[in-house]
């Protein structure tokens, strides 16, 4: 069982920055990749970034273009990400989320999701 809690979402104005925490806890933990998705109002949920335990890191390069770092703090359990340079369209609810195996971009790979934390940027 892991379990996955977010925080730090919030509303910002377009140029702003934002960083995003995600808690991680329970036993297995450490088998997991750790990733961040995100799902606005009528659309599906779309794949951002994810880490590894190690430090390796996958974005959607596509939607980031070099705004996003994701990183990893091994020993607080804690994944972070730091969006900069934020657009309306970032507005979501963004997820953490834990994978185990398959897919890394597909959200149906991933065993375990936090509660989800909104992000609003204003025009």
């Known amino acids: 069982q892991v379990h996955l809690v977010e925080s730090g979402g919030g509303l910002v104005q377009a140029g702003d920055s934002l960083r995003l925490s995600c808690a991680a806890s329970g036993r297995t933990v450490g088998t997991y990749v750790l990733g961040w998705f995100r799902q606005a109002p009528g659309k599906e949920r779309e794949f951002v970034a994810a880490?590894?335990?190690?430090?390796?890191?996958?974005y959607n390069r596509d939607l980031v273009k070099g705004r996003f770092t994701i990183s990893i703090d091994s020993a607080k359990n804690t994944v972070a990400l730091q969006m900069n340079s934020l657009k309306p369209e970032d507005t979501a609810v963004y997820y953490c989320a834990a994978r185990n195996r398959g897919s890394i971009f597909a959200p149906v790979n991933y065993d375990y999701w936090g509660q989800g934390t909104q992000v609003t940027v204003s025009s």
């Open positions: 880490v590894t335990w190690s430090g390796g890191t996958t």
